[in-house]
Every structure is written in C-alpha cells, then in structure tokens.
DNA sequence: GCATATTTGTCCGTATGTATA
DNA sequence: CTATACATACGGACAAATATG
C-alpha cells in the first residue's frame, strides 16, 4: 500500500477519489434523501417540509436539516418563506415558458458545437437514448423520464462547458417538479422515444441544420403539451400540509 | 390603517411589499457583508474563512454563519471541502474561458431579442454606461468595473428570461473574482468606457448585426486581457490564511 | 380582535471525527 | 505518532413570528 512506483500509482490516486467523492455530509444525505421524495412525487409541489416533523422522521437534528434545506433551496426544488418555512416548490405555467425558453437557447446553442466535441461526448446521446428504450420495454415509465432527461443532459454537454451542464441539470430538475401535473407517465413520456430517435440521429449523422430544425419541432410540443395540461388545472396553488412518512 | 378602500389599497401592497423585501435573516445580511469584502479584496481568492474566527469578528453564532456560507458557496464565490472549512474561491484560467464562453452564448442570444425587449429593459443599458463615465469622472475605478457588470446585467435582461438573467449575475459576480489578478484598477477598466460607448449605439440603433460583431470583439479582448494576466502569475495558487478584521 | 399553541430564527455548549503540523 | 486545531453534528434553550381556535 505504500508508495510504490510503476504502474500501480494510478491504482492509489483512484482510491483517494473513491474516499473523496463517497464522502458526503449527512446534510447531503438528507438533501438527496428529500431530492428523491421529491421528483418521485410523494412529496408533491406546495407541500411543508416541516422541520420538526421530517427531522424525527429522518433522526436528524433541526441545524442539520436545514442545512440539508438550504441544499434544496439553491436547487430551485424547494422555496423559502421567512418566518414561515420551507416548501417543495410550486412552478407556474411562466416557470414554464421559461425554462423552455432557455432550454431553446443552451440546446440549440450546444448543438452548433457538436463538431467539435469529442466522441466521449457524443456518445453519451445514444446511450441515453437506449436507456430510455430500454426502460419502457420493461414499463418503468418513471425510468423513461429520467432517461429523456440524461438525453437533454447529454445534449447540453456538447457545448463542453461545465457551467451550461451545471445549469441545464438545474433546468431539468425544475421541470421535473412540472412534470407532475401529468397524471400518467406513460401516455405523457411514451411518445417521446421515437422523438429522441429522430432526433439524434441527425446528430449523430453531423446534419447540424436538420438537428436543430427537430429541437425545436421537439421543445414547442413538448412546452405545448405541459401548458396545456397546465392550463387545465389551475386551482391547485396552496396546498395543504400533508404528513407523510420518508 | 384598516382596510380603507379606493385609492390607498396600493399603499397597503406596497407596505407590504416593503416589509417582505426589507426582512432578511441575519445570515443572508452576514453573506451580504462577506460578499461585499471578497469583491473589494479583502478577503482575496483562496482565503480561508474560518467559522470561529469570522464568526468572532461578526459576533454570529457558528450555526448562522454557515447558513450564511452556503449563500456564498451557491453563488460560487467559495468553494467548500469536506471537514477542511470554506475559502474563498480562487478561480483558474480554464474557469476565466469558460465564463467567456457562456457569456458570449448568453449575450448574443439577449441582443438577438433586444427588439422585442420593452423600452424600460432597454433604457438600462444606456443608464449603465453613463453611470461608469460618471464614476470615471470621479476617479472611483472600482465603481467603474461595477457599472461594467450593470451593463452586461442588462444585456442580458434583453432577454426576458429571469433563469437567464440570474444566470448571469452569478457568471458576473465570479468574474470578479478574476479581477483581483490586475493590480491597477485604473488602467484595467479605464480602456472599456469608450467600448461600451461603441457598443450600446448600435443596439439602440436598432443594427443588431454590428452589435453582436461589436459584442464578439469587445468579449474575446477582455477575456484575451484577463487570461494574459493569469499567465503572468501562476504560482499563487494555495493562499496561506491572513486574519483580517472585518 | 384576542389569546394560545405551534413553528421558525438564532444562539450556545459539547462531543466526535478529521486533517495537518 | 502525538498533539492541536478545526469542522461536523447533536440537543437544548429562548425570542420572535406565525398560525389557530
């Protein structure tokens, strides 16, 4: 184990990485933990997060919890009220519009630079894509959407700036909170693998022009299709607290 | 005070408006404190900053003081290592190329919509420029480099897009981080009130296409200017702590 | 509109774990 | 290897704000 030298160096140094990056704070734990609770829906939108109740339920103290919630806040999932409290947020058809508004611009952005890109990079669309296929073949719809999601992810790695993936992954957490007012994940995802076949395809075939021409084919139904379902359901703004066990 | 009907409602909304604007916890005006004293280099890249010794200075508990650091850490102004504390960020030139490298995405995507921008959006850029000459005139360098954020605040609130221009503030707010590595205020920013001049005109003009040529040249010599510093000096990469009395 | 109960905001003390001299 | 300094996490306390009857 002791420093020897040759070819074994790299073998320490990928140790080191391993302790490094499995470290984490319990207030990340407990973020990831809420995260999950979160995009899976049984914490759904409005929702308290009350610190007494979800603190016994976790076994974590109340400073170490809303540190876990400071985690949450700056993911944009959850929102802050003085005085009042923490909550899963509520997103509006303009959080909506916008998020796609961006999305238009980084994607369509980050295709221009598919070229240039590595192989690495690129590759990572078609897997996407194959674990979206995969997971539907198998019904895990709530897969398929993660799945649309890596592919969008993949996408805006092709601009090779970590801070457009660090924010696209923002972006499509957020929209994942909206995804919800879809109340049955097939017949919401299921349409959108044949729409990610078609559209990579151009990329990977380098017509950037007809790539980018689907994106934005693919962005305006995909808006479309959320507003609409938004629009149908107005009311739900506050929603009541409801005990839930995590 | 009551609910008096007619034409004072709009008081009452803004009272309101006024107090919920006006609260902010301890720990968001002890980050606002930190933040003013890393953008004014005091506290310079790579510093540590010290829960007990900060938490003195500032007479805030520890538990406050870390809210507070993660308001920090969100905006990337400090980076944050398991059991090892919080210092302030030191950023390197690959991270100097990639903020440029978004900006020039982000605002040349804002100028392609400064058409359909209001007038009220667009009446920022001008006020922006003028509030650098003003502060030129009176000698106050590090107010110019701040009018110089205003002005990039407001290209991209071109865009509409609140995601986009909060996008922004972070890239901006990083920036400066960078601009400890020019020593003299002066010569730095004097040079680029004559560009903004130059730049603004023809996006009021109306002639997008030489504003974004405008734009691309004025982006990559800032960023050619920043980078030529930072491979000046190399070597000051892991700063020793320096108490420093806030 | 008032009084009460609940919840959050802030601070403290301490015990434990971790990194570094 | 030990010692020291520091961050992490916990639980308790109290004031202030908010919600409830």
Known sequence: MSSTEGSTDWAEKLADDRAAVGRSSTAQRVAEILRDRITEGLLPPGTKLSEDAIGAALGVSRNTLREAFRLLLHERLATHELSRGVYVRVL????????????RLLETAALRNARSAPPRVRDKLEMAVVEGEKAAAEGRWRDVGTAN????????GLSMSPRIE???RQLLAELRLAFHVMNDPKTFHA???TWHRRLIEPILAGDMDAAERMLHEYLDVAERQLLDAFSRLQPPRKQAYRPVSL
């Open 191 to 193: 349409p959108y693998l």
């Open 149 to 156: 999601m890596h592919l969008h992810q993949a996408i805006a």
């Open 166 to 168: 660090e924010f696209m």
């Open 92 to 103: 509006d058809a303009n959080d909506v519009a916008d998020v796609y508004r961006v999305r």
